[in-house]
């Protein structure tokens, strides 16, 4: 097949390297990529988020499936548009996309469907989302209804807290159109996992769980960032639990979406929240994960390209995607002052080194090849990826990868993975 991979980070590096491991030869293009996907794919200087170039290009080049790594071209219908040119396209179409792309949109057919008992309420005023937050107390979730890139969600430990967030939203307007709503949410307690599937709108296929590590700091601690590495699998997510999200979250979602006319296709992933009273959805993403999709895709037998294009067409019953009982470890290293301000271009030594190391892959999340040399272009720079037979095994030699490579400014977290393993 001739493949067209959107995006140009670590996921869409993952996804392409896993696509060019076959069965089938398969010709690989991705718009726009980076200097390491440009390793296994043709990179192709178009923005991720401009669909109708994108879709242009995939009919001159007979592209013959596209598989959208990032959730802004999702979000603005880049499946959609593809469909009408009766391109295949692995994603959701822009309905289904809400299901990322608007908070509301998502808590509001989970509750039709009684799928989740979260309480909540959406304001487009300040005043009327103030007085609910005084009703109810701290602490409480604000989040800007739309795709904030990451920004838009207030745990907010306050009442005080609580009303400065809206007001960021409604008043300041500092998300834009994404803040123009909010929706207040209960504040859920428990421990938080994630669980991803592949879907063709009625049949679901599980990917192996993993856990990212949002923090930019040792610890979980500091601001947020993309995420700065993760772990398969996780022994918190026994077969039990991973079969009670599924069933009373992820397969209900599927079919109510199927229900309303929108019905879901490409990847959903599943952010939990381990309650007293049983898993509830913290929020839901419309693609694969970054970084687990790094740590995912090398545990996955079978033919992943058949697989996402059966996904597609609506045929996920036919094929199999088994899973082989191995470990994954991934350590971003990230442009010092990440996920504040950082400088680009700084050269890197060492992937070649860290590659040597057995069972290490290192994909590229920020980068570039700027006067013949391997430079930084990007927060997150490097995704050093290991697999191995377990996880306390993988850790060690992901971490001899990582220290192989060298910039200015090189930063890591130092605790990928450990809370699994205590
Ligand atoms: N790792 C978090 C995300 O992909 O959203």
Request: hydrophobic share 45%; with cysteine.
């Given at each position: 097949m001739r493949i067209l991979v959107v995006g140009s980070g670590g996921r869409e590096h993952a996804l392409a390297w896993r696509l060019a491991q076959g069965p089938e030869e398969h010709r690989l293009f991705c718009a726009p990529g980076n200097a390491g996907i440009a390793q296994v794919a043709e990179c192709v200087p178009l923005d991720a988020e401009d669909v109708a170039g994108l879709a242009r290009f995939a009919e001159q080049q007979a592209i013959d499936l596209t598989v959208v790594g990032p959730e802004r071209p999702l979000i603005l219908g880049i499946v959609d548009e593809f469909r009408a040119r009766g391109l295949a396209i692995f994603g959701?179409?822009?309905?289904?996309?809400?299901?990322?792309?608007?908070k509301v949109f998502t808590d509001e057919i989970l509750r039709r469907h009684g799928i989740s008992r979260k309480r909540f309420e959406a304001f487009d005023d300040a005043g009327e989302a103030a007085a609910y937050v005084r009703s109810q107390g701290a602490p409480i979730v604000v989040k800007a209804d739309g795709d904030a890139l990451g920004k838009g969600v207030t745990v907010a430990a306050t009442v005080d807290e609580a009303l400065r967030a809206i007001d960021e939203c409604l008043v300041q307007k500092l998300h834009g159109r994404a803040g123009e709503r909010v929706v207040i949410e209960e504040c859920l307690v428990g421990p938080e996992v994630s669980?991803?599937?592949?879907?063709?709108?009625?049949?679901?296929?599980?990917l192996p769980p993993s856990q990212d590590h949002k923090r930019i700091f040792d610890g979980d601690t500091g601001p947020n960032t993309g995420g700065m590495g993760c772990y398969t699998p996780v022994p918190a997510v026994d077969e039990a639990l991973f079969t009670a999200i599924i069933d009373s979250l992820v397969r209900p979602t599927v079919r109510a979406m199927a229900a309303e006319g929108m019905p879901y296709t490409g990847c959903l992933y599943a952010g939990v929240i381990l309650t007293a009273d049983g898993p509830e959805l913290l929020e839901y993403n419309c693609r694969f994960g970054d970084p687990e999709t790094q740590v995912v895709l090398p545990r996955l037998d079978g033919d992943f390209a058949a697989a996402l294009l059966a996904a597609s067409e609506g045929r996920l019953a036919d094929v199999d995607l088994p899973w082989r009982e191995e470990a994954g470890v991934c350590v971003v290293v990230a442009s010092g002052g990440y996920p504040g301000p950082y400088e680009k271009g700084k050269p890197i030594r060492g992937v070649e080194a860290a590659e040597e190391v057995e069972g290490v892959t290192v994909f590229h999340a920020g980068t570039a090849i700027r006067d013949?040399?391997?430079?930084?272009?990007?927060?997150?720079?490097?995704?050093v990826t290991g697999r191995g037979p377990d996880l306390r095994s993988t850790l060690t030699r992901t971490y001899e990868a990582v220290e192989r490579i060298t910039f200015e400014g090189a930063y890591y977290r130092r605790d990928i993975a450990h809370r699994a393993l205590v």
């Open positions: 959701p179409t822009k309905a289904a996309a809400q299901l990322e792309g608007s669980v991803k599937v592949i879907t063709d709108g009625e049949d679901l296929m599980a013949g040399l391997l430079c930084t272009n990007g927060g997150r720079v490097l995704a």
